[in-house]
């Protein structure tokens, strides 16, 4: 397994400001993962952060709303810009690594109001 | 595509009697099926998982899910509540052989805990 910390765990932000969230891992894991789960829902797949090159979106996201980050095989961020209400959500990244047969862990994750 | 179907959006049993959540999958090829949990305002935690070795699949507190391919099912059980079990479940699917280490999570069921 893996120990995945987040920051920050909880923010408040206005419309149409930005918020990077942090992900960092404490041993070197092959996948990064960025999920989203809305009030009230189950987890969405945002992105699948990939280490030096540009993180591959799921449909319905966008980097440029969605910007990730992986610089290496322990860390990872994702950016909500332009925040609307709707974007009320918490925030969760999770790692893989081959050998762990498609099992991922997860962090605790961000809850980000937008008011 | 994969996709799974939790068919009860919430189940109430009293503490000491057994737990049934069920879950349905649809995949096209050999998938790997997890049930996570999560607790309020807590992270998720993988309670157990089927990666194609034995169709029973014995999970951390007592939890156990049965694989079944002719009912493309993989219902979770337990043989008897405890109020620290009241909690969301989610059952995910995984195929890996298509999609890669993408997971597609249930809608969620929430297990309330009657004492």
């Known amino acids: 397994s893996a120990v995945i910390s987040q920051k920050p765990s909880r923010d408040i932000c206005q419309r149409g400001t930005s918020l990077t969230i942090q992900c960092q891992v404490d041993s070197q894991v092959t996948m990064m993962f960025w999920y989203r789960q809305q009030p009230g829902q189950s987890l969405t797949l945002i992105a699948t952060a990939n280490q030096g090159s540009e993180a591959t979106y799921e449909s319905g996201f966008v980097i440029d709303k969605f910007p990730i980050s992986r610089p290496n095989l322990t860390f990872s961020t994702l950016t909500v810009s332009n925040m609307s209400p709707e974007d009320s959500s918490i925030y969760l990244c999770?790692?893989?690594?081959?050998?762990?047969?498609?099992?991922?862990?997860f962090g605790p994750g961000t809850r980000l109001t937008v008011t | 595509a994969q996709s799974v179907t939790q068919l009860d959006s919430h189940v109430s049993v009293s503490e000491g009697t057994p737990v049934l959540l069920r879950c349905n999958y649809s995949s096209s090829y050999s998938p790997s099926l997890f049930w996570y949990v999560q607790h309020p305002n807590k992270g998720l935690q993988l309670l157990l998982k089927?990666?194609?070795?034995?169709?029973l699949v014995k999970g951390i507190n007592g939890f156990e899910a049965e694989f079944k391919k002719s009912e493309t099912s993989f219902h979770l059980t337990k043989p008897s509540a405890h109020m620290s079990d009241a909690a969301e479940y989610f059952c995910v699917v995984s195929d890996r052989q298509e999609y890669g280490n993408k997971l597609v999570f249930g809608a969620g069921t929430i297990l309330r805990v009657k004492s």
């Open positions: 089927y990666t194609s070795a034995a169709t």
């Open positions: 999770s790692v893989a690594r081959a050998e762990w047969l498609g099992e991922q862990y």
